[in-house]
């Protein structure tokens, strides 16, 4: 098992340039498979969970072709299944977008439940209702294989009891060929929705309103893609390195982001004491000389609010805070899985269900910890960061499912960490 080693007491200063966003990449490779030509889709991250998903296409019959580096072309019209009984497709959470693109496209589809990291119970039954509304029969078997199957889909209004970001574009993939006109309500609105959004209209789709909470989707018999889209930055990626300057007491660039997708982070750096200047496309951000960050509370909610997956990262940037600051978990149940490495390292916190609070100030100090989830894993190496000698990151499979040349990047910052045992590359094909 391959672990990261961190030698903590480095201020990181200097640029990060932002990979493609891996959750809008999963939702526009499956939109690729939704659609009837080829596209090419750029600034794709080079990262496991976009490599899993497509050898799934591949296996499914697509021509999927590597024109460059984060540059792929899918051509979907040698899709010869809508099966998909490959393991692979257990092996991330972004396979179940094949659902909604598989049945619009060829009116059924088969699979089994998709995975993804562990973050507690993380049901489907919005996408399946969804689904359902649109004229589908679902079936589950005991071994987890989901079967959709329609005689006719129609378009239809669907009213997500919560706000989910799955469901959003799943019903979005499939209504974009069903006749008729669907309307999401109450659907999420993540920056990737709206890339999904516009990745699908760039093909030749019909979808407005993406971004709100109100999507309308007039379906098109044909969707004749042959175009190229390009990715937008990811929002998380960004945010875990604008958290390392104020953490590291450095100076930091992100770039080729896009800032106000970043609001919910900024205000709150801002409310720390951190310093945070934006341009176009970058913040930079740092903690002024002489200056202590300062604890602060807040609560996960779906976008525009604080993003769940920055929550780990900003638990670790408390830990070094002056004061108490209070965190509430509301989008999953079991995301405090890490808090029990951060004590070990000799963090000030207590749990109790969604609720953490965070006495900061208490020295850390390096150990064996390991990654529990992806961004938990980058949580444990930031506090390996700060720590004092070293902090060893086992099991470090789920950060390479969503980090793009995490070591690399911290290398350039000045960061002391390496790799201990094989690191991700993307499979020959
Ligand atoms: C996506 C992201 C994930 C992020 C999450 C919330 C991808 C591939 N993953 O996950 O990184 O943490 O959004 O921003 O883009 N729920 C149900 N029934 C459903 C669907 C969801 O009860 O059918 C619940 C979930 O258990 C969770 C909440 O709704 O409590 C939000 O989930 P959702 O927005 O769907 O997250 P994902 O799409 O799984």
New binding site residues.
């Given amino acids: 098992m391959s672990s990261y080693i961190v030698k903590g007491g480095q201020s990181l200063e200097g640029r990060v340039k932002i990979s493609g966003s891996k ?1 809008a990449a ?1 939702g526009v490779i499956a939109a690729a498979m939704a659609v009837d030509g080829p596209s090419i889709i750029e600034n794709l991250p080079e990262v496991i969970d976009i490599h899993l998903l497509l050898g799934i296409c591949q296996e499914l019959g697509a021509k999927v072709e590597y024109l460059d580096n984060g540059t792929v072309k899918i051509d979907p019209r040698t899709v010869n299944t809508s099966t998909a009984l490959l393991e692979s497709v257990k092996k991330l ?2 396979s179940y977008y094949l659902l909604g693109a598989f049945l619009g496209r060829f009116s059924e589809v088969c699979m089994y439940l998709p995975g993804g990291c562990n973050l507690g ?7 399946i209702k969804g689904f359902e509304s649109l004229g589908a029969d679902f079936q589950m078997t005991e071994d987890e294989i989901i079967s959709l199957k329609a005689d006719k889909l129609q378009g239809a209004s669907i009213f997500l009891d ?6 959003t574009i799943n019903i979005m993939l499939a209504a974009v060929h069903i006749p008729g006109t669907t309307v999401i309500d109450n659907a ?1 609105r ?1 920056p ?1 929705i709206v890339d999904v959004a516009n990745f699908l209209n760039t093909m030749g789709a019909d979808i407005r309103g993406a971004g709100t909470d109100v999507i309308r989707i007039r379906g098109k018999s044909v969707l004749p893609a042959n175009r190229t889209y390009a990715i937008i930055p990811d929002q998380i990626e960004a945010g875990t390195y604008m958290m390392m300057a104020p953490l590291t007491g450095g100076d930091i660039l992100v770039e080729n982001i896009i800032p106000t997708h970043m609001e919910p982070l900024t205000a709150k750096l801002l409310e720390m004491g951190a310093q945070v200047e934006e341009g176009g496309d970058f913040i930079r951000t740092y903690l002024p000389k002489g200056t202590q960050l300062k604890a602060s509370s807040f609560k996960t909610m ?1 976008y525009p609010g604080f ?3 920055l929550q780990p990262q900003a638990v670790t940037l408390l830990c070094v805070a002056e004061g108490s600051g209070r965190v509430i978990e509301s ?2 149940e079991n995301r405090f899985q890490y808090i029990d490495n951060l004590r070990l390292m000799g963090a000030n916190i207590i749990t109790s269900g969604k609720l953490a609070v965070i006495q900061g100030g208490a020295p850390l100090y390096g150990t064996p910890v390991d990654a529990r989830d992806l961004r938990a894993g980058a949580a444990m190496v930031m506090a390996g960061l700060v720590a004092e000698g070293e902090t060893q990151v086992l099991n470090i499979y789920p950060i390479e499912r969503g980090y793009e040349n995490f070591i690399a990047k911290l290398q350039a910052l000045g960061a002391d960490i390496h790799a201990e045992g094989p690191t991700a590359v993307r499979p020959a094909w």
């Fill in positions: 959750n999963l959470r972004g119970k993380r049901p489907i039954d919005l996408h919560q706000v989910s970001v799955g469901a999420a993540e990737h779906p993003p769940t997956d989008i999953y």
